[in-house]
């Protein structure tokens, strides 16, 4: 005699299957494009704030000659931005099923995003170093931010499908 649900009357092994197919769909689909959809948020928040969004307060360090104006609630233009080619040209996307990845899509601006985010050596000959302004992860270190987000969002699709 095969088990079946009180609430639904199908047999346990059927719903069981459903499930498991809805929330390998979640996986395949939904997933990626959440996490795309979460990394750029965090990314363009970095810009807005000013500041790294991982879990520690990561301010950027301001400029040593800060004469230019532009912003109008602090009398300064942000950093990273003087053409807005970074902010624009950085953006998350799905690469197949199971990467995604944050990239700059302008030869020009990943350069110079490669030395702000990781504070590497600028200049002529690499004649000072830059003070990390970090706005994305570096590649094989943790963004705590995102993985919340990431287990958050697998909670509430679990819920939806088992708890049906």
């Known amino acids: ?26 996986l395949e689909q939904k997933l990626p494009e959440h996490i795309k959809d979460k990394a750029q948020q965090l990314v363009d928040k970095s810009f807005e704030e000013e500041r790294y969004q991982d879990d520690k307060s990561s301010k950027w360090q301001g400029r040593k000659n800060d004469k230019e104006a532009g912003n109008a609630r602090t009398g300064r233009r942000g950093l990273l931005v003087k053409t807005g080619k970074l902010i624009e040209a950085t953006e998350a996307e799905v690469r197949g099923k199971d990467t995604v990845a944050i990239v700059i899509n302008d030869p020009e601006a990943s350069i110079y995003g490669q030395v702000h985010n990781e504070g590497l050596p600028a200049g002529k000959r690499g004649a000072f170093k830059m003070p990390q302004r970090q706005f994305m992860p570096i590649p094989g270190e943790p963004f705590p931010e995102l993985d919340s987000a990431v287990e958050k969002f697998l909670d509430a699709e679990m819920d939806k499908i088992f708890k049906d």
Do not use: D, I, P, Y
């Open 1 to 26: 005699m095969a088990l079946r649900n009180k609430r639904t009357g199908k047999e346990f092994s059927a719903e069981m299957g459903e499930s498991a197919a809805r929330f390998k769909q979640v």
